[in-house]
């Protein structure tokens, strides 16, 4: 198991910002937005994902994200609003 | 990164307890925590050893689950120039949250990347180490809700990284895909297939782009 792990986080690490072509490159730029969305996506599709909280907390989220561009600050006043939504 | 500590702590703790019930010493507990260093492969892995699956299931869904560190290796080779010891140790330690931070930060020091995986590396495992001391003591983190932190780390990632209509697009066909994969496939081929696919509309995207 632990051999599998490393074998999967080695194997893109290997390779080498000259071997890979034009095009590949360009989509490898895009890995990180793409794999967030996705990872995004499918956490908030959980049977037990208490959306009616979590859905309107990712938005204020996104907004706080969009004006500051701080990870601490997202993460504070998102994780803050769903406690504070949970309390009441 | 604090944040990011706060909520690996209790998934840590969590783990711990887990292990423990499924019948891992904590000797195997705090092992799998150095040697794998994956979280929710970890989690797996305890849940089918306590169920009695056989090893080939438990490695399969290792491999389902960590295949797309695969994609966050190549973004990361693009991104930092790492010589062939610090790609053998950044293998050990690359994880969900330490590529996002790392990439986000927009810088190329490779240190960036160790300290910010270094010190989730330590986190988790000072946390599996409380977790097997405090027995059942700590509450499920999901009831607590801080199961949370994780989707709204990576919605934080992201949203800065959408800069106009092209990273849009590639975002929303991203989670397209993903939804769409996860009525059929486990989670990882799920995100594979959205990353690789939404990757590539990028890409093409951007083919009449000038090159820096």
Do not use: C
């Given at each position: 198991?632990?051999?599998?792990?490393?074998?999967?986080r080695?194997?893109?690490?290997?390779?080498?910002?000259?071997?890979?072509?034009k095009t590949?490159a360009?989509?490898?730029?895009?890995?990180?937005?793409a794999?967030?969305?996705?990872?995004?996506?499918?956490?908030?599709?959980g049977?037990?994902?208490d959306?009616?909280?979590?859905?309107p907390?990712a938005?204020?989220?996104?907004?706080?994200?969009?004006?500051f561009?701080?990870?601490?600050?997202?993460?504070?006043?998102g994780?803050?609003?769903?406690?504070?939504?949970?309390?009441? | 990164?604090?944040?990011?500590?706060?909520?690996?702590?209790?998934?840590?703790?969590?783990?711990?307890?887990?292990?423990?019930?499924?019948?891992?010493s904590?000797f195997?507990?705090q092992?799998?925590?150095?040697?794998?260093?994956?979280?929710?492969s970890?989690?797996?892995?305890?849940?089918?050893f306590?169920?009695?699956?056989?090893?080939?299931?438990?490695?399969?869904?290792?491999?389902a689950?960590n295949?797309r560190?695969?994609?966050?290796?190549?973004?990361?080779?693009?991104?930092?120039?790492?010589?062939?010891?610090?790609?053998?140790l950044?293998a050990?330690?690359l994880?969900?949250?330490?590529f996002?931070?790392?990439?986000?930060?927009?810088?190329?020091?490779?240190?960036?990347?160790?300290?910010?995986?270094?010190s989730?590396?330590?986190?988790w495992?000072?946390?599996?180490?409380?977790?097997?001391?405090l027995g059942?003591?700590?509450?499920?983190?999901?009831?607590?809700g801080?199961?949370?932190?994780?989707?709204?780390?990576?919605?934080?990632?992201?949203?800065?990284?959408?800069?106009?209509?092209?990273?849009l697009?590639?975002?929303?066909?991203?989670?397209?895909?993903?939804?769409?994969?996860?009525?059929?496939?486990?989670?990882?081929?799920?995100?594979?297939?959205a990353?690789?696919m939404?990757?590539?509309?990028?890409?093409?995207l951007?083919r009449?782009e000038v090159p820096?």
């Amino acid at each position: 198991m632990a051999a599998v792990t490393y074998g999967s986080r080695l194997a893109g690490l290997l390779v080498s910002q000259d071997a890979v072509p034009k095009t590949a490159a360009r989509a490898f730029r895009f890995i990180p937005i793409a794999v967030f969305g996705a990872l995004v996506t499918l956490f908030f599709q959980g049977e037990d994902a208490d959306l009616e909280l979590r859905i309107p907390v990712a938005l204020a989220t996104s907004a706080v994200m969009f004006r500051f561009r701080q990870l601490w600050a997202g993460l504070a006043a998102g994780m803050g609003l769903y406690f504070l939504a949970r309390a009441f | 990164m604090l944040p990011l500590w706060l909520g690996v702590v209790p998934f840590g703790i969590a783990y711990a307890l887990a292990a423990g019930e499924a019948g891992l010493s904590s000797f195997e507990t705090q092992a799998m925590s150095v040697v794998v260093f994956a979280g929710a492969s970890q989690f797996s892995a305890a849940a089918l050893f306590g169920d009695g699956a056989a090893g080939f299931s438990i490695v399969l869904t290792a491999l389902a689950l960590n295949i797309r560190h695969v994609l966050y290796g190549l973004s990361l080779s693009q991104r930092f120039e790492l010589s062939r010891r610090q790609r053998l140790l950044a293998a050990h330690l690359l994880t969900d949250e330490a590529f996002g931070v790392a990439y986000a930060s927009g810088t190329s020091n490779p240190g960036f990347l160790f300290g910010t995986a270094t010190s989730l590396f330590f986190a988790w495992n000072l946390a599996t180490l409380a977790g097997i001391g405090l027995g059942g003591v700590f509450a499920d983190p999901s009831e607590l809700g801080l199961d949370f932190i994780f989707p709204l780390a990576f919605l934080a990632l992201l949203v800065p990284l959408v800069r106009g209509r092209v990273e849009l697009s590639v975002a929303v066909v991203a989670a397209g895909v993903a939804w769409l994969g996860s009525q059929v496939w486990p989670v990882g081929p799920s995100v594979v297939a959205a990353g690789v696919m939404a990757s590539l509309l990028g890409a093409w995207l951007t083919r009449r782009e000038v090159p820096e």
